[in-house]
């Protein structure tokens, strides 16, 4: 039935709008002589609590997405909304309270699990956090909806959010996203077990530019790390920036305007201060932007790279000799490894703040080492924000092929 419906949801053109969408231990087998005291120890628990948030019934649901006239024939269960505050790991390698929100559906049939990473939110947008669950934010709204239709949706909040919100993000750093994530769906599983919520076998994964870097990343964290534990169904990351090192050049390459700076600024303070290089801002920054980002890192800045950015920095980074910086955007490079599950690559062929290239190179990347099940999806003449629509639709499309 739910197949049917997003047919006919996509037949119709009704697109939902996602706005705000854009801006590990592994046990072993025990040999039957292995003495009880060798034997490896319990799973590691990562849920500490779970609050429920409220019950919300379909008709409220459908009501939450107006733009969507086929949203009372998608909505298929009430849902209930927990926060999770769970345990994992600072980049430092500390551990640490995070949190997150669990869509459950009210049903006794069997469902499959969702993680859903969110996209950029800014610390002075911190509320907009899934954990939260206020209007405004895409999990209130149409990650709910789609939680009805037949999925329990795990929505992490990440390091620097919800109970964690007073650590910095780790924006746009692989390892930190796709960690919480597991962590989080970790603790889903446990909360699920605890309460006698029906899980089936599949997993999938979504998100979209952050969330689409942040779902790669745990996709690749699943398959390599936690397959013991989870296997992933499908993954369908949208317009995310998997290919840091050939987008850090097309930055400090670039002579046109780039309207999205600010936010790049934001992820070299991340990896200035996660990888211990530990640099003024004086060493990235040309005056007077470099006193001003000092007092406000999110602050305004020029549109052209040569203007903000020192000329002794651009060119270590140009000329392959800035050895810590350029180890620290390899360390980000998330396009180049095999899926073994099906993936799909959506992405704006217009895109001028996260460029199409990061996609088309990890397609030409994983079809070079033999993934048979990946796919590129462009979306043609889509932006960065314009393609958020297109994108919901056809990624819920592409993981029902394998619900």
């Avoid at 780790?170 to 796709?178: D, I, K, N, R, V």
């Avoid at 599949?202 to 779902?215: H, P």
């Avoid at 998330?334 to 990061?358: E, M, Q, R, S």
């Avoid at 996609?359 to 393609?387: C, K």
């Amino acid at each position: 039935m739910l197949i049917e419906k997003i047919k006919l949801w996509a037949a119709r053109g009704l697109l939902v709008s996602w706005a705000a969408l854009g801006l590990t231990a592994s046990t072993s087998c025990i040999k039957e002589d292995t003495p009880l005291a060798q034997a490896p120890a319990a799973p590691e628990t990562h849920l500490v609590s779970s609050t429920l948030l409220g019950e919300y019934s379909t008709t409220m649901l459908a009501s939450r997405v107006p733009e969507i006239p086929l949203a009372g024939a998608l909505v298929r269960y009430p849902i209930r909304a927990y926060k999770l505050t769970y345990t994992t790991r600072n980049p430092d390698g500390q551990m640490v309270a995070a949190s997150g929100v669990l869509l459950v559906p009210v049903t006794t049939q069997a469902l499959p699990l969702l993680s859903y990473q969110h996209g950029t939110i800014r610390p002075d947008d911190e509320s907009r956090a899934p954990s939260y669950y206020r209007s405004g934010s895409e999990v209130y709204s149409a990650v709910s909806v789609l939680a009805s239709t037949g999925y329990i949706v795990s929505a992490p909040d990440y390091i620097g959010y919800g109970v964690s919100k007073a650590l910095p993000h780790p924006y746009e750093h692989a390892a930190s996203l796709a960690s919480a994530s597991l962590d989080m769906l970790r603790a889903a599983k446990e909360f699920c077990q605890k309460e006698n919520v029906a899980l089936n076998q599949k997993n999938f994964l979504l998100g979209y530019s952050e969330g689409g870097f942040a779902t790669m990343a745990l996709h690749k964290l699943m398959q390599e790390t936690a397959a013991d534990e989870f296997t992933v169904t499908a993954s369908a990351p949208g317009a995310g920036a998997y290919h840091k090192t050939a987008f850090a050049r097309y930055i400090l390459e670039s002579t046109q305007p780039l309207s999205f700076l600010s936010t790049y600024v934001w992820v070299l303070d991340t990896y200035n201060r996660v990888y211990s290089i530990n640099r003024p801002y004086s060493y990235y920054f040309n005056q007077p932007w470099a006193s001003q980002l000092q007092a406000n890192p999110f602050g305004e800045v020029p549109t052209q790279a040569s203007q903000l950015f020192a000329s002794s920095f651009r060119a270590s980074v140009l000329n392959n000799s800035d050895t810590q910086m350029l180890a620290a955007f390899r360390d980000n490079d998330i396009y180049d490894w095999k899926p073994t599950a099906p993936l799909a690559l959506f992405h704006g062929t217009a895109d001028d703040y996260v460029p199409y290239f990061n996609s088309q190179d990890a397609y030409n990347a994983m079809r070079a080492r033999g993934a048979t099940q990946v796919e590129l999806r462009p979306i043609q003449g889509g932006n960065h924000f314009s393609s958020v629509t297109v994108y919901t639709l056809e990624a819920l499309g592409f993981i029902t092929r394998y619900y």
